[in-house]
């Protein structure tokens, strides 16, 4: 157990630098983390992935609070395209949360790597689009706030792998997609979350120290140093170049998803 919570300190390590950098809440790197010393530990691998999934939500829930302020506090929050997401967003995350308790693990997780596969090259083929007044439409953003959380809550990823695209096509800038990205996460995360735990609670041979699709040795170990690293990825963020910043998220994306499937 020691060594396994040395483990997940360093992946919340990792996860809380790539959440303050990219505004993706770190579910890119704590799902297939968390699916490696899960099946290390000996976990039942029919709800292996659930668990990874809704315990990455939970620790994006408070990863992204510090990445989000962060941003928050440098005026990188897009406020008025956050408010009419929200409502989206909320619903969304319930919904993909459902979702994912009646898919079976191995097809959760083969959507994962395909999923995040495919945005990595759509997001490195496609051209940066100008920033504009940040004024897309309330029935536009509220469709929007939905298909992010639910895919999101569906594959424990927060939201920004979604979410940084579509601001940067409804005219944010990079910086202010990023910051927004993180704030729309919380909502996401926290729905989320509290929708795996419900799901799973009555799932038969849960491990000890779980509740519902939640594992609190790993949310623990996590949270605990993703918060400053957090903080961390928000200030390298805010000193690198748009275009780097938008090719260095879109690679790691199509190198994780690549791992999955492998």
Do not use: N
Not at 54 to 70: D, E, K, P, Q, Y
Not at 154 to 173: D, M, N
């Amino acid at each position: 157990m020691l060594l396994a919570f040395l483990f997940f300190s360093l992946v919340g390590i990792v996860a809380g630098f790539v959440a303050g950098l990219f505004g993706i809440g770190g579910g890119v790197v704590i799902v297939p983390a968390l699916l490696f010393a899960f099946a290390q530990q000996g976990m039942d691998p029919a709800f292996m992935t659930h668990m990874a999934i809704g315990t990455s939500l939970a620790t994006i829930a408070v990863t992204g609070s510090s990445s989000a302020f962060g941003h928050w506090r440098r005026g990188a929050v897009a406020k008025g395209l956050l408010v009419r997401l929200l409502p989206g967003l909320i619903a969304g995350a319930i919904l993909g949360g459902v979702l994912a308790s009646v898919l079976p693990a191995e097809q959760l997780q083969w959507l994962f790597g395909v999923f995040l596969i495919l945005l990595s090259l759509r997001f490195l083929l496609s051209r940066m689009p100008r920033p504009s007044d940040e004024g897309a439409g309330t029935l536009q953003t509220l469709g929007a706030g939905t298909v992010i959380g639910t895919f999101s809550s569906l594959f424990g990823i927060g939201g920004g792998v979604l979410s940084v695209p579509w601001l940067l096509r409804s005219g944010a800038s990079m910086t202010r997609a990023v910051g927004t990205s993180a704030a729309c996460g919380i909502p996401i995360a926290a729905f989320g979350a509290l929708t795996f735990v419900v799901t799973g609670y009555r799932h038969a041979g849960l491990p000890d120290y779980a509740s519902g699709y939640l594992y609190w040795p790993a949310f623990l170990g996590m949270v605990l140093w993703s918060v400053p690293s957090a903080r961390l990825g928000v200030a390298v963020a805010h000193h690198l170049p748009a275009g780097l910043l938008r090719k260095l998220f879109a690679l790691v994306i199509l190198l994780v998803g690549i791992k999955i499937l492998l």
